[in-house]
Nanobody, 131 residues
Framework: QVRLVESGGGSVQAGRSLTLSCAAS????????MGWFRQAPGKEREAVAT???????????YYTDSVKGRFTISQDNAKNTMNLQMNSLKPEDTAMYYC?????????????????????WGQGTQVTVSS
């Protein structure tokens, strides 16, 4: 049974940092595309960052414009975990953050614009940033 479990959310003041982690288990074939998505109250879910590992190192990473330079996505295949380092947090980063994963046909299916419908999702972890 596939499981994705997020951790690391919390409440912080603007300008501080948080690191989210996603632990993956139960995949028959390791997913080559993983990503972080977020949804704020009253807003649509958006892709924050994705990472494609299907072509080896270096991995391809993609970010939505609002987090470029502040967030870093990484993956540790040995530990089956994916992380999102979030620096210089802003109140507008407040949302429920979800981890998602799938084995996709290629990296063109793993960008922040194309990875919206990945097959497996976690339950989410809340991030609240106060001003």
């Amino acid at each position: 049974q596939v499981r994705l479990v997020e951790s690391g959310g919390g409440s912080v003041q603007a300008g501080r940092s948080l690191t989210l982690s996603c632990a993956a288990s139960g995949f028959t074939y390791s997913p080559n595309c993983m990503g972080w998505f977020r949804q704020a109250p009253g807003k649509e879910r958006e892709a924050v960052a994705t990472i494609y590992t299907g072509e080896g190192i270096p991995y391809f990473t993609y970010y939505t414009d609002s987090v470029k330079g502040r967030f870093t996505i990484s993956q540790d295949n040995a530990k089956n975990t994916m992380n999102l380092q979030m620096n210089s947090l802003k109140p507008e980063d407040t949302a429920m953050y979800y981890c998602a994963a799938e084995h996709t046909a290629g990296r063109w299916k793993c960008t922040v614009d194309t990875a919206r419908d990945l097959g497996y999702w976690g339950q989410g972890t809340q991030v609240t940033v106060s001003s």
